[in-house]
């Protein structure tokens, strides 16, 4: 039998955008130990609109990495757009986080969001691009991938 591709991309989405499948994201180490290790999907919520949207080969490990400002664009994009102006403002980079005071900023602002986290076996990729394209979260800044 073969599955229609929009169909699986629907129900993906539909996922993503159902409430239960959602949790508070959290800082501590602790957080994310029920995360499987298995590859996916995940996006991140400020209230109910999807802000950014990743994928990775491994769940968990991207979760403990999005704490730390050199291991994700998301906390570097956050800091860039919603800190700039701040006294202090130093750009971060994947070798180099921001000042200490603009990194408590980022903390206290990522404490407030929600994060789906779909695991999916293969297909990944097209997911992310399909979900990317759809909601065009304000923090993604990947543009969209050719095909070679």
């Known amino acids: 039998m073969i599955m229609d591709i929009n169909k699986i991309l629907q129900e993906y989405d539909q996922r993503f955008l159902d409430k239960k499948n959602r949790e508070m994201f959290q800082l501590n180490t602790q957080w994310n130990k ?3 290790s298995q590859s996916g999907v995940y996006a991140f919520f400020d209230k109910d609109k999807i802000i950014y949207i990743g994928e990775t080969g ?4 991207r979760m403990s990495d999005v704490r730390r400002t050199v291991n994700h664009t998301l906390r570097r994009t956050i800091g860039n757009r919603l800190f700039l102006n701040i006294k ?3 750009k971060a980079t994947s070798k180099n986080k921001f000042p200490e005071h603009i990194e408590i900023l ?3 602002y990522m404490e407030k969001l929600h994060v789906a986290i779909i695991p ?3 297909g990944r990729a097209e997911i992310e691009e399909y979900l990317i394209e759809k909601y065009n979260p304000a923090f993604n800044t990947k543009t969209k991938r050719k095909s070679v």
């Open 34 to 36: 029920g995360v499987s």
């Open 58 to 61: 491994s769940l968990k490990g």
């Open 88 to 90: 202090g403002f130093n």
């Open 106 to 108: 980022i903390n206290e």
């Open 120 to 122: 999916i076996p293969f």
